[in-house]
């Protein structure tokens, strides 16, 4: 069983930066892809960014251009680098990683951008 906790969620004002963290307990090597949702409330949960096993990334519309996925494999942590955040990205930011047998969530951090 793998565990993923996130951290680097806060308050910040429009136009500001924020990096969110993303550890697992275990080998990042084994996941297939490993990405970044958010989800607010009354709402669906939907794909910000997600990085394949060999660096291949991909985006969603809205953050295209103002985000950036990464991964360390030997620090076993994904990251997400937030910038010219917009109040429309205030959610709470889940990090997932799967298999394709598997699949791992962490519990969230909650990112509230002011404006």
Known sequence: QVQL??????????????????????SIFRFNAMGWYRQDPGKQRELVAQIT???????????????????????????????????EDTAVYYCRAFTFHDDYWGQGTQVTVSS
Do not use: H, W
């Open 53 to 87: 096993s060999g660096g291949r990334t991909a985006y969603a519309g809205a953050v295209k251009g103002r985000f950036t996925i990464s991964r360390d494999n030997a620090e076993n942590t994904m990251y997400l680098q937030m910038g010219s955040l917009k109040p």
């Open 5 to 26: 906790v996130e951290s680097g969620g806060g308050l910040v004002q429009a136009g500001g930066s924020l990096r969110l963290s993303c550890a697992a307990s275990g």
